[in-house]
């Protein structure tokens, strides 16, 4: 099934809760239908610091190939109600993480507008310390290629500026070496609906690095 003709669940935009109406993913996104998302970012710790870890999209796909996006992230199919994230994580990354590994950031309210597009969903969102090596997952689903390694504090600097910087990762098979700047990760990261969940995950990270619990969360959604 192509993925855009998926059946997902309405949400009610004003209560932040689901309505139990079904709607194509496609219609969902060109009229502005609310409905839930799923997003994890995995984290690993280093002598240097943390890093948090972003998913290498395929090159096949039709929207942003090749660029450095959230590690796990995609769509709740109408009726899943149980092992949301570990669902998307097993197809993305190779990995279905327990829920008490997990940290739950809470609900995110999203909305973006743009010719032919009105995205409005509510992204449930997830940190994930991991420490595997990075051939130490799988891309199952052909929409990832790779993951690779990105600095905390230089994921965070970009959001305000550019600049270039070496990363490392596995992709396509093989360990490799990136030069990137902002121009190589998904453009939505740096856009305005983006800017207090990116600032969420950041102090996420850094208190998950620097005391072991996280207490920040995401703004209510209602």
Known sequence: MDPHDEMIEEWDWDLARPTGRAVARKTAHRTGIPHEGVHMWIVRTTA?????????????????????????????????????????SWEEVGIRPPDDELVDLGYYRY????????????????????NRTLDGYVFRDGEVEGIFAVPAGSA?????????????????????????????FHPLLFQSPMKIYMDVVFQAVRELYTGGSVTVRMPSPR
């Open 48 to 88: 240097g610091g943390p890093d948090i870890l972003f998913q290498h999209r395929a090159r096949t796909k039709e929207l942003y190939p090749d660029c450095l996006d959230i590690t796990v992230g995609g769509h709740v199919i109408f009726g899943q109600n149980e092992n949301k994230i570990q669902k998307e």
């Open 156 to 184: 965070e600097a970009l959001m305000t500026g550019d600049f270039s910087f070496e990363i490392e990762g596995f992709s396509a098979g093989r360990f490799a070496k990136r030069l990137v700047s902002r121009k190589d």
């Open 111 to 130: 909305e973006e507008r743009a010719d032919g597009l009105f995205h409005r969903e509510f992204q449930r969102v997830y940190l994930l310390h991991d």
